[in-house]
């Protein structure tokens, strides 16, 4: 099956600062999607992106998805930002995702 | 329009119990999707329904069944709960072929 990777696993940041988070997949996909996942847990949708670049606000996504990456911007960070990143990918076939392990994100004041 | 609806948010239960979570996907969806997210993993697939079968399946046990109801709605059943099976479950809507998935806010399960 797919395998993703997302880098880095933790991210410390002062309000303010900007960040860059990866995602990594192992073959080809034809989308892939960015969630935010906030402390009760739900998963709210960020980019549904397959290729290109999209962008919400202060948050913006890239995928390249000949070289099987993709990458999320974070601008001018603030705490309510703080939360754990999942990118995940579908299999071909169907709807079914496959998740990366995160990248968990603490924005201080 | 409502979103993913999941009940019950929380749950406690006894080891060897059976438990039932349910799901009402968003408004227009026909496809719902269950996960099981360990602490501090990512969501990992149960497995999936559409037009009341069960089309996909990831790598769990038999323990864990579902059904799909003729309005889309959906309920995940896990029998004899292991304490390994306290986890967040999350329940996906979309549209069959459609990839975009969006989430309820989960079910935490606990097993004593």
């Known amino acids: 099956g797919i395998q993703v990777e997302q880098s880095p696993p933790d991210l410390i940041l002062q309000e303010g600062a900007n960040s860059t988070l990866r995602c990594n997949f192992s073959d080809s996909v034809n989308n892939l999607q960015w969630f935010h996942q906030n402390p009760w847990g739900q998963l709210i949708n960020l980019f549904y992106?397959?290729?290109g670049t999209k962008q919400n606000g202060r948050l913006s996504a890239t995928t390249v998805a000949t070289e099987r990456y993709s990458l999320l911007y974070i601008s001018s960070s603030q705490t309510t930002d703080s939360g754990v990143y999942f990118c995940a990918v579908p299999k071909a076939a169907g709807n079914k995702l496959t998740f990366g392990g995160g990248t968990r994100v603490l924005v201080k004041p | 329009d409502a979103g993913v609806t999941q009940s019950p948010t929380h749950l406690i239960k006894t080891r060897g119990q059976q438990v039932t979570l349910r799901c009402s996907p968003k408004s227009g969806h026909d496809t719902v999707s269950w996960y099981q997210q360990a602490l501090g993993q990512g969501p990992q697939f149960i497995f999936q329904y559409y037009e009341e079968e069960e089309r996909q399946r990831g790598n769990f046990p038999d323990r864990f069944s579902g059904h799909q109801f003729p309005n889309y709605s959906s309920e995940l059943n896990v029998n004899a709960l292991l304490l390994g099976d306290s986890a967040l479950y999350l329940c996906a809507s979309s549209l069959y072929r459609n990839t975009e998935a969006f989430f309820g806010q989960g079910t935490r399960l606990t097993v004593v």
């Open positions: 992106i397959p290729s």
